[in-house]
T-cell receptor
């Protein structure tokens, strides 16, 4: 079946530190990959996506590259801000089906000033 | 603001009761998805509708049902509620199947 494994949190960083959140996946077919962010008390927002191997998704300084050979989609940011504090979810959707999202368990990031 | 609205924002009820959660998708979106977020299970897909028709089912209990109306809004009905049904229920919508899903703010259900 389809599944997503992401690093357990919580992750606590100081402002301007480098961020990596690991995500690996298992999928039948050819998935699209996503990172969603959930700020406290809010719904999920799409942060970035990649639809095929070697694609790089990027948004607001965050980046992730679709690596088919390692079945990974790690999230990175060079310099985090306090406002990046949130829960980050890695997800996949297999094309050609219902396109339902399969989520990882989420990683809570806290950035301290 | 994603353009997806969900009501109510909070719902507190007792075991054995029945509740209805409502979702209005973004204008023009034909596909609606329901997800459950709980501490132990994480975010799980429940059910999807496309233009009024059920399209896919996930880990949805038999006590739960949903429908999408001609105006494209959707309702999720939860009956014979148990303590374990306490969770955040999200609705998401997309233009067609395969497009980006936009999430609503969620309904927090507490079963006492």
């Amino acid at each position: 079946g389809n599944s997503v494994t992401q690093m357990e949190g919580p992750v606590t960083l100081s402002e301007e530190a480098f961020l990596t959140i690991n995500c690996t996946y298992t999928a039948t077919g050819y998935p699209s990959l996503f990172w969603y962010v959930q700020y406290p008390g809010e719904g999920l927002q799409l942060l970035l996506k990649a639809t095929k191997a070697d694609d790089k998704g990027s948004n607001k300084g965050f980046e992730a590259t679709y690596r088919k050979e390692t079945t990974s989609f790690h999230l990175e940011k060079g310099s985090v801000q306090v406002s990046d504090s949130a829960v980050y979810f890695c997800a996949l959707a297999v094309q050609g089906g219902s396109e339902k999202l399969v989520f990882g368990k989420g990683t809570k990031l806290t950035v301290n000033p | 603001d994603s353009g997806v609205t969900q009501t109510p924002k909070h719902l507190i009820t007792a075991t054995g009761q029945r509740v209805t959660l409502r979702c209005s998708p973004r204008s023009g979106d034909l596909s609606v998805y329901w997800y459950q977020q709980s501490l132990d299970q994480g975010l799980q897909f429940l059910i999807q509708y496309y233009n009024g028709e059920e399209r896919a089912k996930g880990n949805i209990l038999e006590r739960f049902s949903a429908q999408q109306f001609p105006d494209l809004h959707s309702e999720l009905n939860l009956s014979s509620l148990e303590l374990g049904d306490s969770a955040l229920y999200f609705c998401a919508s997309s233009v067609f199947i395969g497009n980006e899903q936009f999430f609503g703010p969620g309904t927090r259900l507490t079963v006492l």
